[in-house]
């Protein structure tokens, strides 16, 4: 599976959008790009995935480059409720595995 | 519908002993997989079981096993306990529909303490 690049951190005004982005260069064309997301102490949440085309959810958009080297997962209205560890992977839809592969995430903090 | 959960939420332990910890998959969801999360290490993968079966393992010593029963429930263990077990393990499930994307859904975890 690709390897991704994500800020360790960012910070995000409250109803602002927070945009935050990944880096996967070496991705590979049947390799989807997911976004699951952790709330301190709770396990990851699903947020979000795609494989070439922007994709839009209730929760959150994402938005792919023609290259699929980078994408930014948009929350268009963040609330105190979205500071979370956000977490990008690169990986094939396998047959034989559901193995995620976790990086160090990016720390979002929504300030009021 | 009811999500993942993992029982028990809490568990102190010492080291040497073993443990052995739940995991109830969404209803219909075939794969089940544990992770292991710490400080130091973040999310690590552990292993998969699908149909019964360990399908993909993780980079972790032969202490740590698990096992899946026919109602998709699955169990994992830890035997001879270290400290540097302390850490939260997480359950995930997943439907598994053939050559789709699937996502996974994660329990709440048990916060293992090893003392």
């Known amino acids: 599976d690709a390897k991704t690049t994500q800020p360790p951190s960012m910070d995000c005004a409250e109803g602002r959008a927070a945009n935050l982005p990944c880096n996967h260069s070496?991705?590979?064309?049947?390799?989807?790009v997911y976004w699951y997301r952790q709330i301190h102490s709770q396990g990851p949440q699903y947020i979000i995935h795609?494989?070439?085309n922007n994709e839009t959810n209730e929760m959150a958009s994402l938005i792919i480059t023609e290259d699929r080297k980078s994408s930014t997962l948009i929350l268009p209205h963040a609330t105190l409720r979205d500071t979370a560890v956000y977490y990008c992977?690169?990986?094939?839809?396998?047959?034989?595995?559901?193995?995620?592969?976790f990086g160090k995430g990016t720390k979002l903090t929504v300030n009021p | 519908k009811a999500g993942v959960t993992q029982t028990p939420r809490y568990l102190i332990k010492t080291r040497g002993q073993q443990v052995t910890l739940s995991c109830s998959p969404i209803?219909?969801?075939?794969?089940v997989s544990w992770y292991q999360q710490t400080p130091g290490q973040g999310l690590q993968f552990l292993f998969e079981y699908f149909s019964e079966t360990q399908r993909n393992k993780g980079n972790f010593p032969g202490r740590f096993s698990g096992r899946q029963f026919s109602n998709s429930r699955s169990e994992m263990n830890v035997s001879t306990l270290e400290l540097g077990d302390s850490a939260l393990y997480l359950c995930?499930?997943?439907?598994?529909?053939?050559?789709?994307?699937?996502?996974?859904?994660f329990g709440p975890g048990t916060r293992l303490t090893v003392l």
């Open positions: 209803s219909g969801h075939r794969s």
């Open positions: 992977i690169v990986r094939a839809p396998q047959g034989g595995s559901e193995k995620l592969v």
């Open positions: 995930a499930s997943s439907l598994v529909a053939g050559g789709q994307v699937n996502e996974q859904f």
């Open positions: 070496t991705i590979s064309g049947n390799e989807y």
């Open positions: 795609g494989l070439k």
